[in-house]
C-alpha cells in the first residue's frame, strides 16, 4: 500500500515564516554539524499501515543572520548616534565654556571701569541670564561706591584744609580726628589727643557754661552753640566759639 502525502501543499498550508527553511525527505537523513548562523529541528512522523512501519523525517532549519543583522545594523545606528550626541555635548560645553569666560571677562572689566569712573554707568545689561543680573547688581553697587568714595574725598579734603578747627568724637567722647587748623591752635599733636576725652580742650571757669550742659543739648536738639574756651597745650585759654553737632551714619546712628 502506497501513502501519498502532498509535502508541497502541507508547508504551504503551515504558513511558515519566508526566513524559515524547511527541508524534508521520505528518507531518514543525518542532522549536519551544528551551525551557529542556523537553528535547525528534527520531527520524525511514524505510523503501520498494513503491517508495515512508515517513517517521515522532518527538519525545520531557521536561519540566525537576519536577525543578527538587524541586531548589528541596531547596534551600529545606536553607537553612531552616541558618538554624535557626544560630539555634539562637548562642542556646546566648549561654546558655554568660553562665552561664560568671555562674559566674565567683560564683568571684571566693567568692575574695573566703574570704578575708574570710564564708562557708561546707566548702561544696563539685557541678556536676561544670571551674569547679566550680577553685573547689574554689581554696577549698581560699585557706582554707588565710587560716588561715595568721591564725596569721603571731598569731606577729606575740605576738613584737611578748612581753616577753622574741627574736632571729631565718638558716642563716648573721645577723639577719633582732628583737623590741622585744631592742632595749629592748641599745639597738641594728633597721637596726644586721639583716644583722649575731649572735654580736656575744653574750660568752663570763664563763660559758666558746663559740659553736661552742652551734652543735654546736643542729646535733645542735635547740635549746640556758643562761645567757650579752649585750653591749648600750655593751658592757656583761648576764646572760641564753639559748634557742637551730631554725625549720623546711613543708618541714622550716631
Known amino acids: 500500500v502506497l501513502l501519498y502525502l502532498d509535502l508541497d501543499k502541507i508547508m504551504v498550508s503551515l504558513n511558515f515564516p519566508s526566513d524559515l527553511k524547511v527541508n524534508y525527505s521520505l528518507t531518514p537523513f543525518a542532522q549536519t554539524s551544528a551551525d551557529f548562523l542556523k537553528h535547525s529541528e528534527v520531527f520524525k512522523f511514524e505510523w503501520n499501515d498494513g503491517g508495515k512501519d512508515h517513517v517521515v523525517h522532518i527538519q525545520l532549519q531557521q536561519s540566525y543572520l537576519s536577525a543578527l543583522l538587524f541586531v548589528s545594523a541596531g547596534l551600529l545606528v545606536s553607537l553612531a548616534s552616541g558618538a554624535l550626541l557626544l560630539l555634539g555635548l562637548r562642542r556646546w560645553t566648549r561654546m558655554f565654556s568660553e562665552r561664560t569666560t568671555r562674559r566674565l571677562e567683560g564683568l571684571v572689566q566693567m568692575a574695573t571701569d566703574t570704578v575708574q569712573g570710564r564708562g557708561d554707568a546707566s548702561r544696563v545689561d539685557i541678556t536676561g541670564d544670571e551674569i547679566a543680573k550680577v553685573a547689574n547688581a554689581l554696577k549698581r553697587m560699585l557706582h554707588k561706591q565710587r560716588i561715595a568714595t568721591q564725596e569721603q ?102
Open 153 to 254: 574725598a571731598i569731606f577729606s579734603r575740605v576738613f584737611e584744609t578748612a581753616a577753622e578747627a574741627i574736632l571729631i568724637t565718638n558716642k563716648q567722647g573721645l577723639v577719633v580726628d582732628m583737623n590741622a587748623a585744631l592742632i595749629d591752635m592748641t599745639g597738641y599733636t594728633k597721637e596726644e589727643l586721639i583716644n583722649q576725652p575731649a572735654g580736656r580742650l575744653y574750660t568752663t571757669k570763664e563763660t559758666g557754661v558746663n559740659l553736661p550742659t552742652i551734652a543735654e543739648s546736643v542729646r535733645k536738639n542735635g547740635f549746640w552753640r556758643g562761645e567757650t574756651f579752649f585750653l591749648n597745650k600750655q593751658e592757656k585759654p583761648l576764646p572760641v566759639l564753639l559748634s557742637v553737632s551730631t554725625l549720623l551714619d546711613a543708618q541714622g546712628m550716631h
